[in-house]
């Protein structure tokens, strides 16, 4: 089969597409035929060497991939060989065949592309439980989302106008962005190359913040993020984009009952995967309800992913980037 594996730590040219040996699912396991996969930040920041639990290069990146069941482990009797699915990847989804664990994977109606199911695992559950298990979001809550035209950012958008925000607010960094944010159902966008995040926020908000803020960003928009948050407000950490986030005084948040919750799908998968199973079930619910719509803003071969991870290292990048075997 077709595979793409970082050979060494570095930039997007260190991706090499070569033959590699079709995976044999293990106990729990199954193989799946990809039929799409995606790029996530967590991919770039392992072939950057800075993400928790790097591999040692040569090794297979990817999160997810949606495609067809085509081979079952020993003691898998959940799914059958066929079945159209979407699964979090167990050991890297960028090539024709990837491994999944049976609990970490999804049924797909026949109505759910390709191209959309793959976005199910990474996005479409991490916004819903950034929001509601982290978030702890509940109707009529203020809402900010750092780099909301990304793809967590905009299934966040959308999500959380279903789940009954009274008020969102994303950030981008161009005026296309904004606009786009806003056609997903967001009350407002702010340009953070043009304006003062947390001074806009309290401009929209009355000074009252915001009571759940998402921030995937990190050291650019942590400050930000922290002086927008309201009393009682929980602020959601789920990554760093633009590098690790700056410390926070104790006195900013005890004072007004203020929480910094970290959050990471990667952990779930971990220590919990079975309090995720839940979650991308729930996701595809809403999906099929039409209550949200991931953002699919480029397509490349799987033999180009490099030009991928290019364009979403460029941060002109919107909604998921994905790969196609």
Known sequence: MQAVFVTAFGPPDVLKASDAPLPNPGPGQIRLKVAATTVNFADIQGRRSQYLGSRTPPFLPGLEAAGTVDALGPGVTSLEVGQRVTAHADGGSYAEYCLAKAIETFP?????????????????STALNLLT????????????????????GSTAVQMARALGASFIIGTAGSDEKCALIRSLGADAAIDYREEDVAERVRELTNGAGCDVILDGVGKDSFDSSVA????????VAFGQASGPPPAVGFGTLYGENKSIIGYSNGGYRRRRPDELRPVGIAALKLLAQGRWTPLIGARFPLAQASKGHELVESRASTGKVLLIP
């Open 108 to 124: 797909l109606s026949d109505s759910i592309d390709w191209e959309t199911a793959s976005t199910v695992p990474s996005v479409g």
């Open 228 to 235: 927008s948050l309201a009393p009682f407000g929980r602020l």
């Open 133 to 152: 298990r982290a978030g702890r979001l509940e109707a009529g809550d203020t809402v900010l989302i750092q780099a909301a035209a990304g793809g967590v």
